[in-house]
């Protein structure tokens, strides 16, 4: 049956997109309709991405500590053991208060939550396959896409989610695997593989370039690595995998050199998948419409989020851009501004990327290399947390602050932190990014002592004076 009344904006998908998307519209007082098929709010990230690896990356990060650092502290435990049914219901009930406080959310900002699968069957319509049988449709002034993304499958390696998984088969295996092998050495190869091998797994990395993550500094990520081998990870760069199967409790895999030459078997208990995600649009009923693709088999937009189609707008990981939630959030607020005739904008110069292993790599702005391949002159300044007073307190000193800042104007262009709570000491310089500043001004704004903020300080006293204090 059709809706009676007409809305101002259908969002499809209720991911860190889609929702915020949502709460905002309503906010602005536009009518709002949220279309979700999963039957939980929060999409990709609340249910199985972000949250549930970082409640699994936390409780593995305690057993680990408890097992290999507490005793140096003068705490003894004898024999600590890990609990995996206790430790999944910690992050089940982590993941279900969250997206149940969404749907308070969606409640108290008036926003309708329709669930059930949405397809656009005209530029100002929407048919919903409706969860509880039944179809609905809906009339629109505005439709925004926010389907998300989901898992690239690699030929040959056919996922079946118990043996060989994707990252959300990793999320609920059901024991801890003696080996592993992970494909992959990006974002979520990283926290997935530091999970498992925290636990006890044996886990093997296998990555098809010669260094991991792409996207990081270079330097950065070289200690990086060693860090993470020291931890118990191996890696097996320049390596690609030809072909996986199940041979009874075990998984077979076929490897050989990326450039090609001779092949190579390795067997594991458990393999994951995670060579990068795609957007997702099954269904969406795109191509009836005539919604244009760009050259990446992502929804083609212009500056303001708009398709093609006029009434149609395109936001989070179905669009260009690093696939983040925060990045998600940000597209959807701007979006709904736009359509509400406010003057939506995100800056994805100043959006962090952040790999939440331990330690964890922060990351905002631009990499040396891409200075140097931009042409850019600019000068770096470095400060290591071994010479950071806190960090030496608590023995948690692996890790460095880089800054990279315009040579002549000392305007900041990138900072890449590698530390405990990288993660959150990164948004003093998204703040400074965001209003120009310089690395003078952080090395004169006073810190607080002892934090590791200092680093990030002292970092900006050898970018801008060219030596730090303490170092
Ligand atoms: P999604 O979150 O994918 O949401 C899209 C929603 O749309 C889904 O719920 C889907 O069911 C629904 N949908 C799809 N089609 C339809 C349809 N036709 N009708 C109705 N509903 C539909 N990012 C970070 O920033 N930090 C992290 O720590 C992080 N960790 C991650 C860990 C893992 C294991 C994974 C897989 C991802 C992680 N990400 C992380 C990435 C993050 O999850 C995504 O960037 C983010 O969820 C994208 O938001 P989105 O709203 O665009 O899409
Ligand atoms: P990714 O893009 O981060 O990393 C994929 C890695 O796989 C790369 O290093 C790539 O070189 C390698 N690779 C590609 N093809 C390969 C092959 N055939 N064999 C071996 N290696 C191969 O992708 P991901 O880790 O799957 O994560 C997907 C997305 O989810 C990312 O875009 C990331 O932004 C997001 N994510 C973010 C976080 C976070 O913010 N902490 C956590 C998890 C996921």
Request: hydrophobic share 40%.
């Amino acid at each position: 049956a059709a809706s009676s009344v007409e809305q101002d904006v259908v969002i499809i998908g209720g991911g860190p997109g889609g929702y915020v998307a949502a709460i905002k519209a309503a906010q602005l007082g536009l009518k709002t309709t949220c279309i979700e098929g999963r039957g939980a709010l929060g999409g990709t990230c609340l249910n199985v991405g972000c949250i549930p690896s970082k409640a699994l990356l936390n409780s593995s990060h305690m057993f680990y500590e408890a097992k290999n650092n507490f005793a140096h502290h003068g705490v003894i435990i004898e024999n600590p053991k890990v609990d995996w049914t206790a430790m999944q219901k910690q992050k089940d009930t982590a993941v279900s208060g969250l997206t149940k406080g969404i749907e308070g959310l969606f409640k108290k900002n008036k926003v309708e939550y329709v669930k059930g699968w949405g397809k656009i069957v005209g530029p100002n319509k929407v048919e919903v396959a409706l969860s509880d049988g039944g179809s609905k449709i809906i009339d629109t002034k505005n439709i925004i896409i926010a389907t998300g993304s989901e898992v690239t499958p690699l030929p040959g390696v056919p996922i079946d989610e118990k043996k060989i998984v994707s990252s959300t088969g990793a999320l609920v295996l059901k024991e801890v695997p003696k080996t592993m092998v992970v494909i992959g050495a990006g974002y979520i190869g990283l926290e997935m593989g530091s999970v498992y091998s925290r636990l006890g797994s044996k886990v093997t990395v296998v990555e098809f370039l010669d260094h991991i993550v792409p996207t990081m500094d270079s330097e950065v990520r070289r200690t990086f690595m060693r860090t993470l081998e020291k931890q118990g990870l191996s890696f097996k760069m320049s390596t690609k995998v030809s072909k996986g199967e199940v041979v009874g409790e075990k998984v077979h895999l076929i490897v050989e050199p990326s450039k090609g030459g001779p092949s190579d078997k390795i067997e594991a208990d458990a393999v994951l998948v995670s060579i990068g995600r795609r957007p997702l649009l099954k269904g969406l009923g795109l191509d009836e419409v005539g919604v244009k693709m760009d050259n990446r088999g992502r929804v083609a937009i212009d500056d303001h989020f708009r398709t093609n189609i006029p009434s149609i707008y395109a936001i989070g990981d179905v669009v260009q851009g690093p696939m983040l939630a925060h990045k998600a959030e940000e597209d959807g607020v701007a979006a709904v501004e736009i359509i509400a005739g406010k003057a939506g904008h995100v800056n994805y110069n100043t959006v962090p990327s952040i790999c939440y292993t331990h330690p964890e790599v922060a990351t905002v702005g631009i990499t040396e290399d891409e200075a140097k391949a931009k042409g850019l002159a600019v000068k770096t300044g470095k400060f290591s947390f071994m010479a950071n007073s806190r960090a030496r307190a608590v023995e948690d000193a692996d890790g460095l602050v880089k800054m990279i800042a315009d040579a002549k104007t000392d305007k900041l262009l990138g900072v890449h932190i590698m530390s405990a709570n990288a993660g959150e000491l990164i948004h003093e310089c998204c703040v400074a990014m965001e209003y120009g500043a310089c690395s003078e001004d952080l090395a004169r704004t006073c810190h607080g002592h002892p934090t590791l903020s200092e680093a990030v300080k002292e970092a900006a006293i050898a970018t801008a004076f060219g030596k730090p204090i303490h170092m």
